[in-house]
């Protein structure tokens, strides 16, 4: 080996699959690894240690982590680690599959320390229902994102019938204040304009007495140039508080909900064990569309959930179809082994929820370009995330024109115009704008 050789910083790569949380603990598994020297490089690359962030929340989640994870190890490049929330439900599984180590989430805050013993040790899980504390891991970065993301929150103590997070994540636990404002000054003094107060169940959010909307508070009155993003959140945790944060802070806390009402039937809501109807949910996005016309208002939907009956589904499409959404997730409903709904009698089948899911989409597809239309001609912030791409405070997606690298991630003000493009692979349609 020569001198050059042995000067070369060992590399890591990750793989996150699911939601923003995860993004966040990769991150924080990121700086654990980065401490000893090592430094990042892209994914499915000849690195030293390639690290999967697996999940769990739907089968389909469980195979995409599998996939990857055997595309891994056929390179046969590097040590193989795997993580998450597939790791907390199915460590022995996973090791099987070939890796060189399983952490699950109750350990995966000491995942560097694991892998130096791995040899001794490779499958390393415990009981995380026990946790009652979530670990402080500073992050001053967020990789080459344009936006960051903050973990204040993690576990669920809620047992929706349908859900198996709170078996893979633990109960409901939240980072101190001083540490939220801590990690938030840090961020921005790193010259993020954009962070995402995301978690398990970030409305759970309870701390040294403090509620989500308190110590959103204290957040919106920090100076400095940046937004406040909250990521999806339960419909009963937007409270009046809440409410009055947006009106009080317009420009600094984004007008932007990513809400998980699953459905639009009251008798399938209580079946799922959730704690609202659908009259709460219209009281709701009325109130956000009083509030703002434009306010971004995200959906999750499942179709197909055991029971569902047609009449119930056409439920869901009304109730959609008469409010304000600007957006929307849909997912067929999947049994989960270890909830109670896997065992649920009286299954849809796989035709019709996947019939259902395309007229959802398409109803959703609908109210989406009709908010972009809406949008036309209106003057807004935005934050590029690429030379060509950005995303506007109620996150709508925008096409710009090739823009100069400095300006990713800052930002700037645009006139949006009337043109609606979406590509083969663009998650959203995206509206042309200039920069004023």
């Known amino acids: 080996m020569t001198p050059k050789?042995?000067?070369k910083k060992p590399q890591i790569a990750l793989y996150t699959l699911g939601c923003r949380a995860n993004q966040f603990d990769s991150e924080?598994?990121?700086?654990?690894?980065?401490?000893?020297g090592y430094e990042r490089t892209s994914e499915f690359s000849s690195a030293d240690v390639h690290v999967v962030n697996t999940c769990t929340v739907t089968n389909p989640g469980d195979a995409k982590s599998r996939q990857v994870i055997k595309k891994i190890l056929k390179m046969n490049s590097g040590k193989v680690i795997v993580t998450g929330c597939s790791a907390q439900q199915d460590a022995k599984a996973l090791a099987e599959l070939g890796v060189d180590l399983v952490v699950d989430n109750a350990n995966k805050d000491e995942l560097y320390q694991h892998f130096l013993n791995h040899s001794h040790t490779p499958v390393v899980t415990s009981s995380i229902r026990h946790l009652d504390k979530i670990k402080n891991?500073?992050?001053e970065n967020f990789g080459e994102k344009a936006r960051a993301h903050l973990k204040i929150q993690d576990g669920c103590n809620q047992y929706c019938s349908y859900c198996i997070i709170p078996f893979v994540r633990g109960r409901s636990r939240s980072l101190p204040p001083h540490s939220v404002l801590e990690q938030l000054q840090k961020l921005i003094q790193n010259g993020y304009q954009e962070i995402v107060?995301?978690?398990i169940h970030v409305g759970y959010y309870n701390s040294e007495d403090l509620s989500l909307s308190q110590i959103l508070s204290q957040i919106l009155e920090m100076p400095g140039n940046f937004r406040i993003r909250i990521s999806s959140i339960e419909p009963l945790e937007i409270d009046e508080a809440m409410l009055a944060l947006f009106r009080k802070y317009p420009k600094k806390l984004c007008r932007h909900l990513h809400i998980a009402i699953q459905s639009?039937?009251?008798?399938?809501?209580?079946?799922?064990k959730?704690?609202?109807d659908k009259a709460y949910l219209k009281k709701l996005f009325s109130s956000l569309y009083q509030l703002d016309p434009l306010f971004g208002i995200g959906l999750d939907v499942i179709v197909g959930f055991p029971g569902e009956t047609e009449e119930q589904f056409q439920e869901t499409l009304t109730f959609i179809k008469n409010n304000p959404v600007s957006y929307g997730h849909v997912f067929r409903f999947s049994p989960k082994k270890g909830t109670p709904a896997a065992k649920y009698p009286h299954s849809v089948s796989g035709k019709i929820k996947k019939e259902r899911s395309e007229v959802l989409r398409q109803l959703i597809a609908q109210q989406q370009s009709q908010f972009l239309n809406k949008m036309a001609e209106s003057t807004q912030e935005v934050i590029p995330e690429t030379a060509t791409s950005g995303c506007t405070a109620n996150y709508?997606?925008?096409r710009l024109n090739n823009i100069s690298p400095d300006a990713i991630g800052k930002i700037l003000t645009v006139k949006l115009k009337k043109q609606i493009t979406q590509n083969k692979n663009?998650?959203?349609p995206s509206i042309e704008a200039t920069i004023i």
Not at 264 to 272: K, P, V
Request: net charge neutral; charged share 20%.
């Open 5 to 7: 050789d042995m000067s």
């Open 28 to 36: 924080s598994v990121m700086a654990q690894f980065k401490q000893q």
């Open 137 to 139: 891991t500073p992050i």
């Open 197 to 199: 107060l995301t978690g």
């Open 264 to 272: 639009g039937s009251d008798a399938i809501l209580s079946e799922m």
């Open 274 to 276: 959730r704690r609202y």
């Open 396 to 398: 709508t997606h925008v």
């Open 426 to 428: 663009d998650k959203f």
